[in-house]
């Protein structure tokens, strides 16, 4: 289980990237509490990190051909993919494809330990599989299946789920579907947001005329 250090913590947020027809959830390094920030050893310099769920058999294999592809619509082992980025979200995947959603402790607390589940671990220690396809990523095996029907991209709205956010998981093969309900997501905190601090304007204002009348 994640430590419960991380409930000290203040506010934080979770990061969605659309990568194509991929779905990648992303926490800053600094907010990464034990075990989970094991992964920081096996990503240096990273200042936040992605994790990605997929097929293993689809992701490793050498070319991408339709018996491959056909193969992945079958249940079968699942893998992680972790992505440490030395810069910020908006700058390596395009701000238009970064939702940035605020959560408070007990959120990130509980998607870490969501994700922390989905690595196959030895006890408290995680171990490399294997480099990732490219600098900065490395390959965690995975204890849920891949399968037609449980995506990387419905591992991404399980992740949100299991933060708190409403959102709805069945049925969310596709990359679109998840995208969608974290821009509503994010739609909802802005509005929320612009409220809060309207009603907060307010009440200073009210509060200033009483203190002038008085």
């Not at 990648?24 to 096996?42: F, H, K, S, T």
């Not at 908006?90 to 970064?98: D, N, P, Y």
């Not at 037609?148 to 969310?172: E, I, M, P, S, Y």
Request: charged share 15%; aromatic share 10%; with cysteine.
């Amino acid at each position: 289980m994640v430590s419960a250090a991380i409930a000290d913590a203040g506010a934080a947020t979770v990061y969605v990237a659309r990568r194509g027809w991929h779905i990648d959830i992303g926490v800053a390094v600094a907010d990464l509490a034990p075990p989970l920030n094991q992964v920081v050893a096996e990503l240096p310099g990273a200042r936040y990190v992605f994790f990605g769920f997929a097929d293993k058999h689809y992701l490793l294999a050498p070319k991408h051909n339709a018996p491959v592809l056909l193969s992945a619509l079958w249940p079968g082992a699942g893998i992680v993919l972790a992505t440490g980025l030395p810069n910020s979200p908006a700058q390596a995947f395009g701000a238009k494809h970064v939702v940035a959603l605020s959560v408070q402790a007990e959120q990130m607390h509980d998607l870490q330990a969501f994700i922390w589940r989905s690595l196959r671990t030895q006890g408290e220690a995680l171990k490399v599989y294997q480099q990732g396809p490219y600098e900065g990523s490395v390959y965690f095996l995975a204890v849920p299946k891949y399968s037609a029907f449980r995506t990387c991209n419905t591992w991404g709205a399980d992740a949100l789920r299991a933060a708190g956010f409403h959102v709805h998981t069945k049925g969310v093969v596709f990359a679109w579907q998840v995208w969608m309900q974290a821009r509503r997501v994010k739609r909802d905190q802005d509005r929320s947001a612009a409220l809060g601090a309207s009603l907060l304007g307010g009440a200073y204002e009210a509060l200033t005329l009483r203190r002038t009348a008085d």
